[in-house]
């Protein structure tokens, strides 16, 4: 089983800074099938990115996601208020699929 | 518009059953991999367990593996999750979520997610 560890646990930052958020795979994700989802306090997940680059539909491109192998980064441009929240990466080319423990981007 | 709407949850004592349903629509139910994600209270996601569009291959996560049972009726567009000896540690909110491939195989990569039910396993 792949562990998909992300860093920081936590990143407190001012809305219009920049964010960059780490997740590191055990072993070789194959072909890219990483995937980043966000999600705020009672709500889904929501799917931003996946193909480790490609933007899910509808998601705003300050939202950008790059690395390839065992180590990947989502990077939030300048962060809008309604973007803090937690966020979490996730491996689909090995099985089982595994999350990584989440990075909670917090108001500075 | 894409819906699912979870329903099922509630409390159960450990040793229980339970079975949750997800009730889709906004999209062609047999052309897709459903799965189901929990959460812990408090913790990260976990996938638990999947299936293909026909219903005809199963995956489970080896925590629940023997316990839980996935299965859908692509007639009323429904997935259900039976989920027996229900332990403590099977205390989450439980997601279902589609695939986002259309093919009916499992890819493993959800683009909608309901809003989850909660499942608490006490005595």
């Known amino acids: 089983e792949i562990v998909l560890t992300q860093s920081p646990g936590t990143l407190s930052l001012s809305p219009g800074e920049r964010a960059t958020l780490s997740c590191r795979a055990s072993?070789?994700?194959?072909?890219?099938?990483l995937a980043w989802f966000q999600q705020k306090p009672g709500q889904a997940p929501r799917l931003l990115i996946y193909?480790?680059?490609s933007r899910a539909t509808g998601i705003p491109d300050r939202f950008s996601g790059s690395g390839s192998g065992a180590d990947f980064t989502l990077t939030i441009s300048r962060l809008e208020p309604e973007d803090f929240a937690v966020y979490y990466c996730?491996?689909?080319?090995?099985?089982?699929?595994?999350f990584g423990g989440g990075t909670k981007v917090e108001i500075k | 518009e894409v819906q699912l709407v979870e329903s099922g949850g509630g409390l159960v004592q450990p040793g229980g059953s339970l079975r949750l349903s997800c009730a889709a629509s906004?999209?062609?139910?047999?052309?897709?991999?459903m799965s189901w994600v929990r959460q812990a209270p408090g913790k990260g996601l976990e996938w638990v367990s999947a299936?293909?569009?026909?219903?005809?291959?199963?995956y489970y996560a080896d925590s629940v593996k023997g316990r839980f049972t996935i299965s859908r009726d692509n007639a009323k567009n429904t997935l259900y999750l039976q989920m027996n000896s229900l332990r403590a540690e099977d205390t989450a909110v439980y997601y279902c979520?589609?695939?986002?491939?259309?093919?009916?195989?499992?890819?493993?990569?959800?683009?909608?997610w309901g809003q989850g039910t909660l499942v608490t396993v006490s005595s």
């Open positions: 906004g999209f062609s139910f047999t052309g897709y991999a």
């Open positions: 996730q491996q689909y080319g090995s099985s089982p699929n595994t």
């Open positions: 193909g480790a680059s």
């Open positions: 979520a589609k695939d986002k491939v259309y093919s009916g195989n499992y890819y493993a990569l959800c683009d909608y």
């Open positions: 299936i293909s569009g026909s219903g005809g291959s199963t």
């Open positions: 072993q070789s994700v194959s072909s890219s099938y």
